[in-house]
């Protein structure tokens, strides 16, 4: 056909053909089964969008059906089809047990026992951009990809691997991102188009998935089913748990045995429990691809845990926040994961101030004001979120700066930059140390060949651990500037000199020397610095399971926040809106208040997505929700204005006492919300989002169409 | 077709064909990539441009539809290397994170201070609400405007 340029099945994949961080079991372009409705068997290169789909609608596909995998339950029955045949443990990607004290046996003696079960919907990144990137095959033999990924440096391995190419053939660059939120970490577009460019040498190759394209295949939060039984003394002491999660991964891993085990270490939350069972497994079926998404596993967790909170709180006859000050692990204490908190921790503060909020102290008068038709509630939660990559994969970064021949200072970050301005961060840590300002600095975005290897831009841990490789860098190349500068100017000591915006400056005598002349004077290699940071490691050993510490549990740093949300619930309709939503959280100290409360604005609202209004439907492996007249996201109507404030428990192993922030505010929204919901009408919804359809049901409504609660 | 139209306020004239979408015509042809896509169907606004002033969606507009119109992109809205009062709100307001939405986000709020100079803050998000952002929750883009919206005029004395 004119126009069309390559047609490529997996017999032109040249190397492994299979994608993956922790178990690579993804193909490039499918070579024995299509395991979900969004598996790439073939790709097509054309000159323009009108041949491209035109050639796809001539390719004829036989397949072979199979019976399919369409839901936890008939995944984990003895005679289930396989989705893996290779996987040793079957349908299971992962499981994991933590047990301590009696586990679930201590039920029995506590005075209160409440329990719960809870679905857990599908969620979607809906990152405005979609996946995209392109490549080209130099005359040299290098394969250089440009794509809006999280993982430049991880990336370029897989690609290489699954293509079959040298690494140092391979370059991977990370400009900005038109948002990310997990669902580009990790390969999407990037093989296909290693592939599409290795077909046409020389010749430039773009992908851009449509949204539905997107929809149909990149990856999506966790479906999650779970049960909790909590048990308290009289006096609101908890003391015993059994939590059991079930998160739906979908046919490949793609990091979902890590977001399972994160949920599993949160799964009870940031309380002393003595006695805990807590049971976690992530199974493969054959519907879409569930992987990373911020707050990776802990919002399931959560969702749950600080339900089942509220619920004893109810049966106790205890305030809310009280019953969870009670039972906070402090610094020093064991977590319920069994795990002893080392980090900062400024939760009890947090709570304290959530409690003298307005909304807190207000929500009785507020509440009786509700009209005709309205009912409004206020619910809390509080959780903390680990950050980085666990105590066996080493989570470290290396940053570089370097003073250019120009006399201007260049950051090479090695972190993506999805839209949460760590960016902007650099140069302020960079600046900081350096005494510079924006004016005199550069910035090179991640790039293999240019910048140095970080890293992910996720776990939170983005500007944790590579601001402080970049604190080592800058203060490195600072000693040298300054030192380099004493012997030009014929004094004794580097201490006798500041250095200033664009110039040192000798304070005694007043003379200056420009950067611009010091770089002159200077070699490339004085100029350039590098530093190396590897994040600190819990020493703690809550289990002997080498696969779940893996996998990444348990953490070392915590960032910690409680949440309020005020809810009016419209008795006709079903409608909850919105309309308080607070947060205060200990992220350690704030470099830059207004990029924190992005983030926590950010992912508050994602959350109250995640409570009222986004499902991704699939049915039979199929999607019901392909666009966004489908799959209703947050618009400024349904979003409050939002009330951030922070409590800065400096943490000493981040830069200048930070902790992250990317996740946290993430994991408190939805069971907050369905805790307002359940104050405004004592009732409580077992299946998420809180749509209005299944408000009446919950609510008993005979007009509740088929919504069932 | 023969295509007229003015375009960031110079006059452009080419052959396209008349079905072209408009979002491609300025992407791809044209190479003002601040028109951003987001779903092509009309549901997220980032390829928000202002056809006469008022804001339109580009992803469901055909080339002959701009015959004759003065079209806005954000590529034309800061004048003389000055950053339009919305787009320097935005940036002072730190209501830009991705960046994807924000071409149309401050397109579409322009429109809106056009029509109404001083909205209340749920005027505002009613305003936005055809415009998606998933990174920011909406609260600094709201400020943002409310920032860039005239203050008030100082009464005069009778």
Same mark, same amino acid.
């Given at each position: 056909?004119?126009?069309?340029?390559?047609?490529?099945?997996?017999?032109?994949?040249?190397?492994?053909?299979?994608?993956?961080?922790?178990?690579?079991?993804?193909?490039?372009?499918?070579?024995?089964?299509?395991?979900?409705?969004?598996?790439?068997?073939?790709?097509?290169?054309?000159?323009?969008?009108?041949?491209?789909?035109?050639?796809?609608?001539?390719?004829?596909?036989?397949?072979?059906?199979?019976?399919?995998?369409?839901?936890?339950?008939?995944?984990?029955?003895?005679?289930?089809?396989?989705?893996?045949?290779?996987?040793?443990?079957?349908?299971?990607?992962?499981?994991?047990?933590?047990?301590?004290?009696?586990?679930?046996?201590?039920?029995?003696?506590?005075?209160?026992?409440?329990?719960?079960?809870?679905?857990?919907?599908?969620?979607?990144?809906?990152?405005?951009?979609?996946?995209?990137?392109?490549?080209?095959?130099?005359?040299?033999?290098?394969?250089?990809?440009?794509?809006?990924?999280?993982?430049?440096?991880?990336?370029?391995?897989?690609?290489?691997?699954?293509?079959?190419?040298?690494?140092?053939?391979?370059?991977?660059?990370?400009?900005?991102?038109?948002?990310?939120?997990?669902?580009?970490?990790?390969?999407?577009?990037?093989?296909?188009?290693?592939?599409?460019?290795?077909?046409?040498?020389?010749?430039?190759?773009?992908?851009?998935?449509?949204?539905?394209?997107?929809?149909?295949?990149?990856?999506?939060?966790?479906?999650?089913?779970?049960?909790?039984?909590?048990?308290?003394?009289?006096?609101?002491?908890?003391?015993?748990?059994?939590?059991?999660?079930?998160?739906?991964?979908?046919?490949?891993?793609?990091?979902?045995?890590?977001?399972?085990?994160?949920?599993?270490?949160?799964?009870?939350?940031?309380?002393?429990?003595?006695?805990?069972?807590?049971?976690?497994?992530?199974?493969?079926?054959?519907?879409?691809?569930?992987?990373?998404?911020?707050?990776?596993?802990?919002?399931?967790?959560?969702?749950?845990?600080?339900?089942?909170?509220?619920?004893?709180?109810?049966?106790?006859?205890?305030?809310?926040?009280?019953?969870?000050?009670?039972?906070?692990?402090?610094?020093?204490?064991?977590?319920?994961?069994?795990?002893?908190?080392?980090?900062?921790?400024?939760?009890?503060?947090?709570?304290?101030?959530?409690?003298?909020?307005?909304?807190?102290?207000?929500?009785?008068?507020?509440?009786?004001?509700?009209?005709?038709?309205?009912?409004?509630?206020?619910?809390?939660?509080?959780?903390?979120?680990?950050?980085?990559?666990?105590?066996?994969?080493?989570?470290?970064?290396?940053?570089?700066?370097?003073?250019?021949?120009?006399?201007?200072?260049?950051?090479?970050?090695?972190?993506?930059?999805?839209?949460?301005?760590?960016?902007?961060?650099?140069?302020?840590?960079?600046?900081?140390?350096?005494?510079?300002?924006?004016?005199?600095?550069?910035?090179?975005?991640?790039?293999?060949?240019?910048?140095?290897?970080?890293?992910?831009?996720?776990?939170?841990?983005?500007?944790?651990?590579?601001?402080?490789?970049?604190?080592?860098?800058?203060?490195?190349?600072?000693?040298?500037?300054?030192?380099?500068?004493?012997?030009?100017?014929?004094?004794?000591?580097?201490?006798?000199?500041?250095?200033?915006?664009?110039?040192?400056?000798?304070?005694?005598?007043?003379?200056?020397?420009?950067?611009?002349?010091?770089?002159?004077?200077?070699?490339?290699?004085?100029?350039?610095?590098?530093?190396?940071?590897?994040?600190?490691?819990?020493?703690?050993?809550?289990?002997?399971?080498?696969?779940?510490?893996?996998?990444?549990?348990?953490?070392?740093?915590?960032?910690?926040?409680?949440?309020?949300?005020?809810?009016?619930?419209?008795?006709?309709?079903?409608?909850?809106?919105?309309?308080?939503?607070?947060?205060?959280?200990?992220?350690?100290?704030?470099?830059?208040?207004?990029?924190?409360?992005?983030?926590?604005?950010?992912?508050?609202?994602?959350?109250?997505?995640?409570?009222?209004?986004?499902?991704?439907?699939?049915?039979?492996?199929?999607?019901?929700?392909?666009?966004?007249?489908?799959?209703?996201?947050?618009?400024?109507?349904?979003?409050?204005?939002?009330?951030?404030?922070?409590?800065?428990?400096?943490?000493?192993?981040?830069?200048?006492?930070?902790?992250?922030?990317?996740?946290?505010?993430?994991?408190?929204?939805?069971?907050?919300?369905?805790?307002?919901?359940?104050?405004?009408?004592?009732?409580?919804?077992?299946?998420?989002?809180?749509?209005?359809?299944?408000?009446?049901?919950?609510?008993?409504?005979?007009?509740?169409?088929?919504?069932?609660? | 077709?023969?295509?007229?139209?003015?375009?960031?306020?110079?006059?452009?004239?080419?052959?396209?064909?008349?079905?072209?979408?408009?979002?491609?015509?300025?992407?791809?042809?044209?190479?003002?990539?601040?028109?951003?896509?987001?779903?092509?169907?009309?549901?997220?606004?980032?390829?928000?441009?202002?056809?006469?002033?008022?804001?339109?969606?580009?992803?469901?507009?055909?080339?002959?539809?701009?015959?004759?119109?003065?079209?806005?992109?954000?590529?034309?809205?800061?004048?003389?290397?000055?950053?339009?009062?919305?787009?320097?709100?935005?940036?002072?307001?730190?209501?830009?994170? +991705?960046?994807?939405?924000?071409?149309?986000?401050?397109?579409? !709020? $322009?429109?809106?201070?056009?029509?109404? =100079? /001083? &909205?209340?803050?749920?005027?505002?998000?009613?305003?936005?609400?055809?415009?998606? +952002?998933?990174?920011?929750?909406?609260?600094?883009?709201?400020? !943002? $405007?409310?920032?860039?919206?005239?203050? =008030? /005029? &100082?009464?005069?004395?009778?």
């Amino acid at each position: 056909m004119p126009g069309v340029e390559a047609v490529l099945t997996h017999a032109q994949v040249r190397g492994s053909n299979r994608q993956g961080v922790i178990r690579k079991d993804q193909p490039v372009l499918v070579d024995d089964k299509v395991r979900h409705c969004g598996d790439a068997v073939a790709l097509v290169v054309a000159r323009d969008q009108g041949t491209l789909a035109a050639a796809l609608g001539l390719i004829e596909l036989e397949l072979e059906p199979l019976e399919p995998v369409l839901d936890m339950t008939r995944a984990l029955e003895p005679d289930a089809p396989l989705v893996h045949e290779d996987h040793p443990t079957g349908n299971i990607l992962l499981a994991g047990e933590l047990v301590s004290g009696r586990g679930q046996a201590a039920l029995a003696d506590c005075a209160q026992v409440v329990e719960l079960a809870l679905e857990l919907p599908r969620q979607e990144h809906a990152f405005l951009e979609t996946e995209a990137g392109w490549a080209i095959l130099t005359p040299e033999g290098t394969l250089e990809i440009v794509a809006s990924t999280q993982t430049p440096f991880r990336d370029r391995t897989e690609v290489a691997e699954a293509l079959g190419l040298e690494l140092e053939q391979v370059r991977v660059s990370a400009p900005y991102l038109g948002g990310g939120f997990g669902g580009k970490d990790g390969v999407t577009v990037q093989s296909l188009l290693g592939l599409a460019a290795l077909a046409c040498p020389g010749r430039p190759v773009k992908m851009w998935w449509s949204r539905e394209e997107s929809f149909l295949a990149g990856v999506k939060r966790h479906p999650a089913r779970l049960h909790y039984r909590l048990g308290a003394e009289s006096d609101g002491r908890l003391r015993a748990l059994d939590a059991d999660l079930c998160y739906d991964t979908g046919p490949y891993d793609h990091l979902g045995g890590v977001v399972m085990t994160l949920g599993l270490e949160h799964a009870g939350g940031p309380y002393r429990i003595e006695h805990v069972r807590l049971r976690a497994r992530a199974v493969y079926t054959n519907n879409p691809v569930s992987g990373p998404f911020r707050g990776f596993g802990v919002p399931q967790a959560a969702a749950a845990l600080e339900q089942a909170m509220d619920l004893m709180a109810q049966r106790l006859g205890l305030d809310p926040i009280e019953l969870r000050r009670r039972n906070l692990a402090r610094r020093g204490q064991r977590v319920a994961s069994g795990a002893r908190l080392d980090c900062s921790h400024g939760l009890e503060e947090c709570l304290q101030k959530l409690a003298g909020h307005q909304w807190w102290r207000g929500r009785g008068a507020w509440k009786a004001q509700a009209g005709p038709f309205k009912r409004r509630g206020v619910g809390v939660a509080a959780v903390m979120h680990g950050l980085g990559y666990g105590p066996v994969v080493p989570d470290v970064a290396n940053a570089k700066i370097e003073l250019t021949p120009q006399g201007k200072i260049r950051v090479y970050s090695g972190v993506a930059d999805m839209g949460q301005g760590n960016a902007s961060t650099c140069l302020q840590i960079a600046g900081q140390v350096l005494n510079q300002g924006l004016e005199n600095m550069e910035l090179v975005l991640p790039d293999t060949e240019r910048t140095l290897p970080s890293g992910s831009a996720s776990a939170s841990r983005t500007t944790f651990t590579y601001g402080q490789a970049l604190i080592a860098a800058s203060g490195q190349l600072r000693r040298r500037l300054l030192e380099r500068a004493a012997d030009l100017l014929f004094v004794a000591s580097a201490t006798e000199l500041a250095l200033l915006p664009g110039r040192v400056r000798h304070s005694a005598s007043g003379r200056e020397l420009p950067l611009a002349r010091l770089a002159a004077l200077m070699q490339e290699s004085e100029r350039v610095a590098v530093g190396r940071h590897r994040a600190p490691v819990s020493q703690e050993r809550p289990t002997a399971d080498e696969a779940l510490r893996l996998h990444g549990l348990p953490h070392a740093v915590f960032s910690f926040a409680t949440q309020l949300a005020a809810v009016e619930l419209d008795e006709l309709t079903g409608q909850v809106e919105l309309k308080g939503f607070v947060s205060v959280c200990d992220c350690g100290r704030l470099l830059n208040q207004q990029l924190a409360e992005q983030q926590m604005q950010g992912a508050m609202a994602q959350g109250l997505g995640y409570a009222l209004c986004e499902d991704f439907a699939v049915a039979g492996g199929r999607v019901q929700t392909p666009d966004l007249s489908t799959y209703l996201l947050p618009t400024s109507l349904d979003a409050p204005d939002m009330d951030s404030l922070w409590v800065q428990a400096h943490e000493p192993s981040g830069p200048f006492g930070l902790k992250g922030v990317g996740e946290v505010g993430m994991d408190g929204p939805l069971p907050a919300i369905s805790n307002a919901v359940a104050d405004a009408c004592g009732l409580r919804a077992q299946r998420f989002p809180l749509t209005p359809e299944r408000v009446l049901a919950v609510l008993g409504r005979p007009w509740a169409a088929g919504g069932r609660p | 077709m023969k295509l007229r139209f003015t375009l960031n306020g110079r006059p452009v004239e080419l052959e396209t064909p008349s079905d072209r979408r408009v979002v491609d015509l300025l992407r791809e042809d044209l190479g003002l990539t601040g028109v951003k896509e987001g779903c092509g169907q009309g549901e997220c606004g980032a390829c928000t441009i202002l056809v006469d002033g008022v804001s339109r969606l580009s992803c469901l507009m055909l080339a002959a539809q701009l015959t004759g119109s003065s079209i806005t992109t954000i590529e034309g809205l800061a004048a003389r290397g000055r950053l339009h009062p919305v787009q320097e709100a935005f940036v002072q307001q730190g209501a830009v994170q +991705c960046g994807f939405c924000t071409p149309g986000m401050v397109l579409a !709020a $322009v429109d809106l201070l056009g029509r109404d =100079p /001083q &909205p209340r803050r749920e005027e505002i998000r009613d305003g936005l609400s055809g415009n998606l +952002c998933r990174c920011t929750g909406y609260q600094k883009i709201v400020d !943002a $405007v409310e920032q860039a919206a005239q203050p =008030p /005029q &100082p009464e005069e004395e009778p």
